[in-house]
């Protein structure tokens, strides 16, 4: 398994909007794309120098062909909708990661 992760820094002033963008649009049309099994959105709990908010996404995908599939078929139209919604006011930067272990506790703890 592989992890598609976008972290992505976005200014105050469009943080209702884009959460709403991403949680209702984005990611269901990433996840309709069929290449990604899951989607998992997190905040960054350390401050940026450069302010902002900062979030990742992590979307899981079972290999390396079908994530290739997403960047060929499906990437550029998706990545230019944020550009045309949000134009400045955010940066991303994307990292693909391999799953290496997946340990769970047996225990709920809080």
Known sequence: MYIY??????DPSIKTEWLEWMREKHIPEMLATGKFVSAKMCQ????????????????????????????????????EESLKLFKSNFVSFRTELKIITEQFSMSLKN
């Open 5 to 10: 992760n976008v972290t992505t820094n976005i």
């Open 44 to 79: 960054v709990m350390i401050e940026e120098e450069m302010g902002g908010i900062t979030y990742s996404v992590q979307y899981t995908t079972d290999s390396l062909e079908s994530l290739q599939e997403y960047y060929d078929d499906y990437a550029p139209k998706l990545r």
